[in-house]
């Protein structure tokens, strides 16, 4: 079903000063659900550059069995609460059927985002460029469009709050507390730092709490179609980090902010198979 419109306006008269106020109901009025889990899942060609990484988890039914593992792993660590996942690609019957069995709110995504995203090498580059020394550092990826279907958590407005997870990730905790922490905080965004060879200061969005909202959504989309990101990565990340530093609250005026205490957790990448 479509997603509903941009969301109304927030009402900023009584928050305090060097803060906004969260909304708390959709534009239909309907009040919003606090926390989701969300992860996403594309079926996708092999990435030629990232062979192994292909083998591992591209596939549809590896990257189906991945989303299982993932609903698995959120049971065993106690976490109750709504579980979203942001589908794209054509899955068998059996594997949306076991999907929706283990409690996950499935939403499609039809749009085919290939040839899309401004890092395609059939595109032109985009409109910002690394230093020259770090152009050679660039990742040889050529399927960063699929990772774009990760923006669509923007796009999940009916929720307050949630934490996006990719299918690599395991918990070793319950990620519950982390975003009732988040909330009170009034935690618009937060990822991890990641310098890497970039010559900057960027993102790595393994993990993500996110403040769903359609505008923002439109915004990263833009930006991921018109080229307005740095490509390093030539990823989502990279997209992201032309809107985000690593922490947003709702205070914007703090010095230093700090956002919330990370669940625990590993990132298992290419290794993901081994994943239990």
Not at 54 to 77: E, P
Not at 228 to 245: G, K, L, N, Y
Request: net charge positive; charged share 20%; hydrophobic share 40%.
């Amino acid at each position: 079903p479509a997603l509903p419109g941009a969301l109304a306006l927030l009402t900023l008269s009584a928050a305090p000063r060097g803060a906004l106020s969260a909304p708390t109901t959709t534009p239909d009025a309907t009040p919003l659900v606090p926390y989701a889990v969300v992860t996403t899942m594309v079926s996708r060609p092999c990435d030629q550059a990232k062979e192994a990484i292909c083998r591992t988890y591209h596939t549809a039914d590896k990257i189906a069995s991945l989303a299982y593992k993932v609903g698995c792993n959120l049971r065993n660590v106690g976490y109750d609460g709504p579980k979203v996942l942001i589908a794209h690609g054509a899955y068998e019957a059996r594997a949306t059927r076991m999907l929706d069995q283990q409690g996950w709110q499935v939403v499609r995504v039809a749009q085919n985002l290939l040839g899309r995203f401004a890092s395609s090498p059939d595109l032109p580059p985009p409109g910002l460029e690394l230093p020259p020394k770090q152009r050679r550092l660039v990742q040889p990826r050529r399927d960063g469009w699929a990772t774009l279907y990760k923006l669509h958590a923007w796009a999940l407005i009916k929720y307050e709050l949630v934490l996006h997870a990719d299918l690599d990730v395991v918990f070793e905790a319950n990620p519950m507390p982390a975003l009732v922490e988040a909330r009170r905080k009034g935690v618009v965004f937060q990822a991890l730092r990641e310098r890497a060879y970039r010559g900057y200061s960027g993102l790595n969005t393994h993990m993500m709490i996110l403040r769903p909202n359609r505008d923002v959504y439109t915004l990263l989309m833009t930006n991921a179609v018109r080229g307005h990101f740095m490509p390093f990565t030539r990823t989502e990340q990279d997209v992201i980090e032309s809107a985000f530093p690593p922490t947003v609250l709702d205070n914007w005026t703090a010095a230093a902010p700090k956002g919330v205490r990370w669940p625990k957790h590993v990132h298992w990448g290419p290794r993901a198979e081994e994943m239990h």
